[in-house]
């Protein structure tokens, strides 16, 4: 499923002493492709998250559009969206996210839960085959090394066969192996005809991205050329 974003800006007004406007996305228009792993780098501040969440629906934009194959699902209305996230996209949240009660099987099977579906035990299996889990099934979240969880959070994304993933600095905290790890794992994703965008300031990305943008002060460009010094 392709994504078009479309004149996209994101403000906010910033209470303190005095009210003022913050513009966390500046005015951008951006296509983010089925079957590639788009990167969007940036430093803390910078309004990649920001962007993220728009183009993920979880916040509205200020001006704009993003469509999903021509639909825009900023038309929709609160639980035609909810339904349409839940059916559509996987998310891929910074930081810890696994419940410590459930063990990796019953976090895996959440979202899927959530939404009323069964998956059959073989793709079960194959998910956490593919993130290299099927060891692990029975242990719970405390029992589970940085890079394990980070991969039951992608196990989690996958589990509804969304057609986008979104990942929220997918790889921060993690040593250099778990890291290559994790975006080889989005890319093997992406080339399954998976839309993958991995917000990130990690440079090592730029080595499994078919797409590279940079954010800076709300500013969104894409580059050209892969190359590790971009972040």
């Known amino acids: 499923m392709n994504i078009i974003a479309e004149n ?3 403000s906010y007004i910033k209470k303190g002493r005095k009210k003022r406007q913050v513009t ?4 951008t228009s951006a296509e983010f492709d089925s079957g590639k ?3 969007i780098f940036g430093r803390s501040g910078s309004g990649k998250t920001t962007l993220l969440n728009i183009l993920s629906g979880l916040i509205k934009p200020t001006s704009g559009s993003v469509k999903y194959e021509n639909k825009d699902i ?3 209305n609160d639980g035609e969206l909810s339904k349409f996230r839940a059916e559509n996209i996987g998310y891929i949240p910074q930081g810890q996210s696994s419940l410590g009660a459930l063990t990796v099987l019953e976090n895996l099977l959440l979202p899927a839960a959530l939404i009323g579906k069964i998956i059959p035990d073989n793709e079960v299996e194959e998910i956490l085959k593919t993130v290299g889990l099927e060891n692990l099934k029975d242990a719970y979240p405390n029992e589970l090394s940085g890079g394990e969880l980070r991969r039951l959070a992608i196990a989690r994304a996958l589990v509804n066969k969304p057609s986008v993933i979104f990942a929220d600095e997918p790889t921060n905290d993690l040593d250099d ?7 080889e794992l989005l890319k093997k994703t992406a080339e399954q005809g998976t839309a993958v965008i991995a917000v990130t300031h990690d440079s090592t990305a730029a080595d499994f991205a078919h797409k590279i943008y940079r954010m800076d002060a709300g500013v969104l460009t894409k580059q050209e050329g892969i190359k590790r010094e971009i972040a």
């Open 8 to 10: 996209i800006s994101k």
């Open 24 to 27: 966390a996305v500046k005015t």
């Open 37 to 39: 792993l788009t990167v």
């Open 74 to 76: 900023f038309t929709l």
């Open 177 to 183: 192996e778990n890291t290559q790890m994790i975006f």
